[in-house]
Structure formats: structure tokens, C-alpha cells
């Protein structure tokens, strides 16, 4: 129940802070055109184990698969009436601007100037990012990186959460940009980079008897599923879902069912409250 009380005060200032003029009829609209199309159009990945995989020719698996399935089935009654597109950091925007795609459900970190770019869900995940580096360069540390170059992903908040890190530390660390997570990891093996940083919870699908996580983290950020802004209808719809998951235990069972970090649902939720006040006051400020 207490969860349920801090979400609902969370939302009613993020309704404050965002309000859009007519929202109610406008929001009733985009959930009664996806309710007459009878299909949800979900934006997930395809490289990223535990959250959306895809093996070739093979089924979406994962936890933002789930959800997406959980959010078919509340909107239309159908878990299945839901048609999923591969994304990734660089794509996922564009695909929600031109319409094509409903929501994305795609370890989309949840940051204040996205805030004014789209409508996020209340957050289901929070991580932190990472390190992988190769088990034989005997990298330990983030400071044994000076010198050498990291493998981000395109349009990925990963290199702006690294490279403040790198100034505290006094170290120069270069940054190569790749389209997909399993292209960094080539570029890791093939050592064209000494480094493959994104969140911890995906690099976790990308171990193996080569690699190492090193014990570093940065800048841990809450998932959130984004909505083309002003769709407040369906992002209601989907945040309802959350708070059910949330309360019933079933969301904590989709992250133990795929072998993910146990949720703090307190720090959740102070994530919320801040990333909103901070997109407010950006806005403001404009």
C-alpha cells in the first residue's frame, strides 16, 4: 500500500509539472485507436539477454518482453496481440516520434532532458553502468583504462556518465561508438577496444571464461517505458499496470525469473521524485 500512496503523489506532480491543454480527450483517442487496430506496437531489444533477446528466427524473450505481453493483455485482453520491433539506443527515439511504434519497452533510462522529449512510465528497473573488460589485459580498476578505448553504444547515456568519472580520476579514455551490444562485445575480442561499457545487468548476458565485470559502477539510472509525448493515455494505462506488478510481488518474480539484481523499490521511487523535479526545473529554465 505505501507504494501505491508514493506513486500516486509521484504522478500527480508529474501531471502538474507536464500538463498538456484538451490531454483527456486527446489521450482517450490514442488508446481507442490502438484498441480498433487490436495490436500493441512495442519497440524492445534483441541483443540484450534478460530484458529483450531474440535467437535468430526465434522468439523475444526477457523481462521487458513480459511486459510488454502483460501490457497487451491489460489494454486488449490478449497477451499476444502485441507486434515487437528490434531497437537500439540510436533508433528507438525516431521509430516513437514518427508514430510507427506505441511504446518502447527497451532498458530506455529514464534522464531529465528525455523527460521533455517523451512520456516516461513510472520506473521498473534501475542499474548502474559498467565495465567488461578481457580477464587477460589484468584490468581492475577503471583507472587501469587510461590510455585506452571504450565501446559504447550510438545515442547511449553511457559515455556521458563515464567521462566525468574519467576527470575525477585523472585519467584519458577514448570512446568508440557501435549500433549493437554483440558488436562491442566483437570489438572487445577482436581487441579493436580494451573496454565494452553499458548498464551492469547487460553486460551480465555478455560473460563468458574471456571477460571479467569489474566491480566499478556509475551513474545508476531507472528504466522506464517511453511514450510519444502527450500520449498520457497510454502511458496511464501502463503506469497502473507497474503499480499492480509492483503490489501483487509478480514484477519481483519476472526479475528473479531472469536471473536479474533484486529490485529496491525505495530507491525506485527517490529516482522518480528527483528525475521529474529535475526535468521541471530544466524546462523552467528554458
Known amino acids: 500500500m505505501k507504494r501505491t500512496v508514493v506513486w500516486l503523489i509521484l504522478l500527480a506532480m508529474a501531471v502538474c509539472l507536464f500538463a498538456v491543454p484538451a490531454v483527456a480527450e486527446e489521450t482517450d483517442q490514442v488508446v481507442e485507436a490502438v484498441k480498433a487496430r487490436g495490436k500493441l506496437n512495442v519497440g524492445v531489444k534483441a541483443d540484450v539477454p534478460g530484458f529483450g533477446y531474440q535467437e535468430l528466427g526465434g522468439d523475444y524473450e ?126 572487445l575480442d577482436s581487441g579493436r577496444v580494451q573496454c565494452f561499457s553499458v548498464d551492469k545487468a547487460i553486460l551480465t548476458g555478455y560473460l563468458d571464461d574471456t571477460v571479467v565485470l569489474l566491480p566499478d559502477s556509475f551513474a545508476a539510472q531507472p528504466y522506464g517505458a517511453a511514450f510519444k509525448k502527450g500520449n498520457a493515455g497510454l502511458t496511464a494505462v501502463y503506469d497502473e499496470l507497474i503499480s499492480e506488478m509492483r503490489e501483487s510481488g509478480e514484477l519481483d518474480a519476472l526479475v528473479a525469473k531472469y536471473d536479474l539484481p533484486t529490485l529496491n523499490w525505495d530507491e525506485l521511487d527517490s529516482f522518480h521524485e528527483s528525475l521529474w523535479t529535475a526535468a521541471a526545473e530544466l524546462e523552467a529554465a528554458q
Do not use: C, H
Open 62 to 187: 526477457g523481462l521487458e518482453i513480459d511486459l510488454a505481453k502483460a501490457f497487451a493483455e491489460k489494454l486488449l485482453g490478449d497477451p499476444n496481440a502485441v507486434s515487437f520491433t528490434a531497437v537500439t539506443a540510436k533508433t528507438r527515439g525516431p521509430l516513437l516520434d514518427t508514430g510507427e511504434l506505441d511504446v518502447i519497452i527497451a532498458t530506455f533510462t529514464i534522464m531529465p532532458d528525455r523527460l521533455l522529449q517523451y512520456d516516461f512510465s513510472q520506473p521498473y528497473y534501475v542499474d548502474a553502468v559498467g565495465l567488461l573488460v578481457k580477464t587477460a589485459d589484468n584490468i581492475s580498476t577503471y583507472a587501469d583504462l587510461d590510455g585506452k578505448t571504450i565501446g559504447v553504444a550510438q545515442s547511449s547515456s553511457t559515455r556521458a556518465a563515464l567521462e566525468p568519472a574519467a576527470e575525477e580520476r585523472g585519467i584519458n579514455v577514448e570512446f568508440l561508438e557501435f549500433q549493437t551490444y554483440p558488436d562491442i562485445k566483437a570489438a
